[in-house]
């Protein structure tokens, strides 16, 4: 006869999953139990609790999770996002623990402050949140080459980051755009009709946030101007105080869904955020720097809003100057994204924002191996006229240069511009990119969508 399951650890059981508005997997369980049995014993707890029909049981394989009866249809915190949440990413035991603590009802995690020690404890080039380890098997994957110029390989695939990163990092606020209505907006300015008009304006800030960082590779730098005007792009028209915009706040700010306080006062702030911007700038590691920025420019919570999209566009400053594959968030779960910043806010760990950062690189990469096989070798007569190639190209389109009248300018700029030995490859190069030129490459001439179908017409 088989013994019969103790009452007392089987309430406790439930109690546990009952406490996670979004269930819990055994993993889970088992980190937050007080004293959690052998796992084929808590499986059996947990299977018995399901046919007495106290627990739920959902999803299939890894992904099973228990839910209280009572719960089982409560997402709170995802209402308003398009996608179910998934727990998808394969995490380590640590992150485990830490989504397990952040997926508890609110009222079962403790009121936290701001802790000034979690920045002041990292000293650059010494403490390393990445394991020596993972930062060269990143390395590895995203490394192209250092000795082209700084935002090479962003921009040769530029296109396709503009609508990448826009509409990952935009999907991860929420934002109810889909990738080919994100395209579309990108490439034609086309409006999604029936959706928040938010919801453009923020896909919109960040498509021109990022091409500042392209266009700006060689200047960027963990700095007041780069981070400022990054939050500027990103917050443009989505702030009800215009004052706000690319400034630090001076108002106390809430984060739904956390028990996390952010620091106040605007001395304060303004310390911390000069300290944080030092420490940035000093590591040398770039996957080091991107995920710094990863973990402490949301913490601080500088600004008034729009601080995790800024840093996630900031953690792709050191791999534009680096040359290496950027980072655009592809396939990354949201509910493992928010989990793991909600690790950071309340128990100051990074272990589950670590396994969200890795994974998601090597997805990245994953998605631009393709198109690195196909760069070639760059053009280096391109290269070292690119900044002219770019003025003469936006000068034919503003213009609405027809193409008798285009020849004209173009021999002009090259006789002015281009040493008398590369004139005629300069004059090709030019020739070449205008016939090619289409809505979806306008972006890397600083070119708005009504300026081309303009020029367009009358070309044609």
């Known amino acids: 006869m088989a013994r019969p399951f103790p009452d007392h650890s089987l309430q406790t059981l439930i109690d546990v999953v009952t406490r996670s508005a979004f269930g819990m997997s055994m993993h889970e369980i088992e980190a937050v139990l007080p004293l959690p049995p052998n796992r084929r014993t808590l499986q059996r707890w947990l299977t018995a609790l399901v046919t007495d029909k106290k627990l739920v049981r959902v999803g299939k394989g890894r992904a099973v999770r228990y839910r209280a009866i009572e719960t089982a249809g409560s997402e709170e915190l995802f209402a308003h996002s398009p996608e179910p949440p998934v727990y998808g990413l394969p995490l380590s035991e640590p992150a485990r623990q830490i989504a397990a603590h952040v997926r508890q009802a609110i009222q079962q995690r403790r009121p936290v402050g701001y802790r000034r020690e979690f920045l002041d404890d990292y000293q650059p080039n010494r403490t390393h949140y990445l394991p020596?380890?993972?930062?060269?098997?990143?390395?590895?994957?995203?490394?192209?080459?250092?000795?082209?110029?700084?935002?090479?390989?962003?921009?040769?695939?530029?296109?396709?980051?503009?609508?990448?990163?826009?509409?990952?990092?935009?999907?991860?606020?929420?934002?109810?755009?889909?990738?080919?209505?994100?395209?579309?907006?990108?490439?034609?300015?086309?409006?999604?009709?029936?959706?928040?008009?938010?919801?453009?304006?923020?896909?919109?800030?960040?498509?021109?946030?990022?091409?500042?960082?392209?266009?700006?590779?060689?200047?960027?730098?963990?700095?007041?101007?780069?981070?400022?005007?990054?939050?500027?792009?990103?917050?443009?028209?989505?702030?009800?105080?215009?004052?706000?915009?690319?400034?630090?706040?001076?108002?106390?700010?809430?984060?739904?869904?956390?028990?996390?306080?952010?620091?106040?006062?605007?001395?304060?702030?303004?310390?911390?955020?000069?300290?944080?911007?030092?420490?940035?700038?000093?590591?040398?590691?770039?996957?080091?720097?991107?995920?710094?920025?990863?973990?402490?420019?949301?913490?601080?919570?500088?600004?008034?809003?729009?601080?995790?999209?800024?840093?996630r566009l900031a953690a792709n400053?050191?791999?534009?100057?680096?040359?290496?594959?950027?980072?655009?968030?592809?396939?990354?779960?949201?509910?493992?994204?928010?989990?793991?910043?909600?690790?950071?806010?309340?128990?100051?760990?990074?272990?589950?924002?670590?396994?969200v950062f890795a994974w998601a690189y090597r997805r990245s990469c994953e998605r631009y191996s393709a198109v690195r096989q196909t760069l070639g070798e760059p053009d280096p007569l391109r290269l070292r006229y690119r900044q002219f190639v770019m003025d003469a190209i936006a000068r034919v389109v503003r213009d609405r240069l027809d193409k008798k009248n285009a020849v004209s300018l173009i021999h002009t700029l090259a006789v002015d511009q281009i040493p008398t030995a590369d004139r005629d490859r300069f004059i090709e190069i030019v020739e070449a990119e205008l016939i090619s030129l289409h809505e979806g490459s306008i972006a890397r001439f600083r070119l708005r969508p009504s300026e081309f179908q303009a020029w367009r017409a009358g070309w044609h």
């Open 132 to 311: 020596a380890a993972m930062r060269a098997e990143l390395s590895s994957l995203g490394s192209l080459s250092n000795e082209e110029p700084a935002g090479t390989f962003a921009r040769r695939l530029a296109h396709r980051l503009l609508i990448d990163l826009s509409w990952n990092s935009s999907r991860l606020e929420g934002n109810t755009y889909s990738l080919l209505e994100t395209e579309r907006l990108i490439a034609e300015g086309q409006i999604a009709s029936g959706k928040n008009s938010l919801d453009a304006q923020m896909i919109l800030n960040h498509k021109q946030a990022i091409e500042f960082l392209i266009d700006s590779a060689a200047e960027i730098e963990f700095n007041r101007y780069t981070i400022f005007n990054l939050h500027a792009l990103l917050s443009d028209n989505l702030l009800p105080d215009l004052q706000a915009v690319g400034r630090l706040r001076s108002i106390s700010v809430g984060i739904g869904h956390t028990t996390f306080m952010p620091l106040e006062g605007p001395q304060r702030i303004e310390e911390c955020f000069e300290q944080l911007l030092h420490k940035a700038a000093e590591i040398q590691d770039p996957f080091e720097q991107a995920f710094f920025a990863l973990v402490h420019l949301p913490y601080l919570q500088a600004f008034e809003d729009v601080n995790k999209r800024v840093s």
């Open 317 to 355: 400053i050191p791999l534009i100057k680096n040359n290496l594959c950027p980072l655009s968030f592809v396939d990354v779960p949201r509910d493992d994204y928010v989990s793991a910043l909600l690790g950071v806010y309340e128990l100051n760990r990074i272990e589950l924002l670590r396994d």
